[in-house]
């Protein structure tokens, strides 16, 4: 019970005096990671000149406006975009299974996501039919539509594993079943040529730095109306903290708002993985920082919260990843990872020191 009623607990007076300036310190932590990702990189653009280019102003070297609005603010708006969706994907995976470790890369979510997308990429192959790949907005949704198929799958089978399995054994489960997709994705790069398989080994390392202007007009509203849906569950999210026969008493459809909330999960994780790669850890950090940071676990504060530290996060791993390194080449997960791996071995040593409390 130790658990419950830590989870339950009314937010205290000190933080929700606390709590707007929280939300205005995440949203300034944003706006200055911008403009440094935006001015920084292997060629230094000075501030005034990122000013005027975002201000559609005259830039005293036309070169700077290409890289500002060209290279570095996609990269910037995908960074925020889907960290936000993976904050979110891990707060619901968690109040859900009632997990603190459940995050959509550890839970094998993102495996599925990229299983779909390497069997797109292998039928395409197949059938000689390249366009759905390579050509315009059919080969984006294409892209999209198979990575949420598959994380869907995985998500629907946790979901029905969970009322028969405990916590423990839910993440290993999750575990096998990223490791089978990984296995069935290698399979599966037999039957496509050399050219493919290197353009899906390119994509499967992890990048905010990939995803085209025309794949985030597909990416940005997707990822808003999923968080716009998450955000339409916080009542009964809030409910299912108590339990689901008392929620049940209140008058929540459990079933029916715990399929959305997976759905809504599935959905981001889905698109964050067709344009960005399998990110690692991003979901799981994010939403223990949020808890941490608002002492609460009302999804009113919580919701949005993670969604602006995942953001927060986003930026800070892809400013770490592109400053101009003399010698190494920092990939976006190992970035991540070198939060993750701690939060997450907290979280276990935490969570057992609980359950030896009870």
Known sequence: ??????????????????APLIFAGLVL?????????????????PLPAVLQALTAQPVEA?????????FRLPRAINAMVSGAALGVSGLLLQTLFRNPLADPFVLGIVHGARLGTALLVTIAGVAGNAFLLRYGLVGDLGMALAS???????????????????TVTLLITGLMLGYLAVGLISA??????????????????????????????LLVPGVAIGLLGSLLLVKPLNGLLLGERYAESMGIPVARVKRAALLATAWLTGLVTAFCG????????SAQVARALWRCADHRVLLPGAALVGAVLGLAADLVVHLPWSRHVFHLNAVIGLVGAPVALYMLYRTKALHRAE
Not at 62 to 70: K, M, N, P, Q
Not at 148 to 166: D, E, F, P
């Open 62 to 70: 036309e070169v700077w406006r290409e890289i500002v609005l060209g």
């Open 1 to 18: 019970m130790t658990t419950l009623t830590s989870a339950t607990a009314p937010m205290p007076r000190t933080s929700m005096r606390r």
């Open 278 to 285: 399998p990110v690692a850890f991003l979901g799981l950090v």
């Open 188 to 217: 599966s790069m037999h039957f496509i040529d050399e050219t493919q398989a290197r353009a899906f080994k390119a994509w499967d390392d992890a990048s905010f730095a990939g995803a085209t202007r025309r794949q985030l007009e």
């Open 148 to 166: 949420i198929a598959g994380s869907t799958a995985v998500l629907a089978l946790l979901a029905v594993l969970s009322r028969r399995v405990g």
């Open 29 to 45: 932590a944003i706006v200055v990671l911008l403009l440094t990702e935006l001015t920084l990189g292997a060629v230094a653009v």
